[in-house]
């Protein structure tokens, strides 16, 4: 859809003019003092083991002294972690203050940008993020290439609405998927009582 073809009050906007994207780092692994403290750090593998969109907890979590050993940066709640690389997609919006390891390009949205809006449409693009990774050992979002891709924002009210008909959608698919799977169990447990009958004569 080009620029020209939005509805009214659509824009086209780079991700670099909406948003604060943030990297994030590592402390030593082999300095003690800088491991289980009570800041959250996420990686990659967090959120691919997430259920839903939020992320309230992490595996691993540093101390103050480790957080200020590295250059990561606490996120406040209601940011975009994405993944960029290893792999490049995983995303999630935090619950509570979190930081993340350097396999994150992560979003602080603007006030006219609704977070969960920004989730959909990244989510939407993730095989075009991919395609934009660039790497020898793996692929790897730049900040640079994300803060040039370029998103649709309808006014503020309208991102509201499309959030609340996709998740509606997306409930109903889930809720589908969950039926679907009790009826597949139905029928392995039913098929053998039904053969036995067939081979009895009793259908």
Same mark, same amino acid.
């Given at each position: 859809?080009?620029?020209?073809?939005?509805?009214?009050?659509?824009?086209?906007?780079?991700?670099?003019?909406?948003?604060?994207?943030?990297?994030?780092?590592?402390?030593?692994?082999? /300095?003690?003092?800088?491991?289980?403290?009570?800041?959250?750090?996420?990686?990659?593998?967090?959120?691919?083991?997430?259920?839903?969109?939020?992320?309230?907890?992490?595996?691993?979590?540093?101390?103050?002294? *480790?957080?200020?050993?590295? &250059?990561?940066?606490?996120?406040?709640?209601?940011? /975009?972690?994405? &993944?960029?690389?290893?792999?490049?997609?995983?995303?999630?919006?935090?619950?509570?203050?979190?930081?993340?390891?350097? *396999?994150?390009? &992560?979003?602080?949205?603007? !006030?006219?940008?609704?977070?969960?809006?920004?989730?959909? /449409?990244?989510?939407? &693009?993730?095989?075009?993020?991919?395609?934009?990774?660039?790497?020898?050992?793996? !692929?790897?979002?730049?900040?640079?290439?994300?803060?040039?891709?370029?998103?649709? $924002?309808?006014?503020?009210?309208?991102?509201?609405?499309?959030? =609340?008909?996709?998740?509606?959608?997306?409930?109903? =698919?889930?809720?589908?998927?969950? $039926?679907?799977?009790?009826?597949?169990?139905?029928?392995?447990?039913?098929?053998? =009582?039904?053969?036995?009958? =067939?081979?009895?004569?009793?259908?």
């Amino acid at each position: 859809m080009s620029i020209s073809t939005f509805p009214n009050g659509w824009k086209k906007y780079r991700i670099g003019d909406i948003a604060e994207i943030v990297s994030g780092a590592t402390p030593k692994t082999k /300095v003690k003092k800088y491991w289980g403290g009570n800041i959250l750090w996420a990686t990659p593998k967090d959120l691919g083991q997430l259920n839903s969109i939020e992320i309230s907890d992490t595996e691993r979590k540093i101390t103050k002294v *480790g957080y200020e050993s590295c &250059s990561t940066k606490l996120l406040p709640p209601g940011s /975009v972690l994405l &993944s960029s690389r290893a792999p490049i997609g995983h995303l999630a919006i935090n619950t509570k203050p979190m930081c993340t390891n350097q *396999g994150f390009k &992560s979003l602080i949205p603007q !006030d006219d940008i609704f977070n969960r809006y920004l989730y959909w /449409v990244l989510k939407n &693009s993730v095989t075009k993020l991919q395609n934009m990774g660039r790497g020898c050992t793996f !692929d790897e979002l730049s900040k640079g290439l994300l803060a040039s891709l370029e998103i649709p $924002v309808p006014p503020l009210d309208e991102q509201h609405r499309i959030v =609340a008909r996709i998740e509606e959608l997306t409930r109903r =698919a889930e809720e589908a998927r969950r $039926v679907l799977c009790e009826i597949e169990e139905d029928l392995v447990s039913f098929t053998p =009582a039904l053969l036995a009958k =067939a081979f009895r004569g009793e259908l």
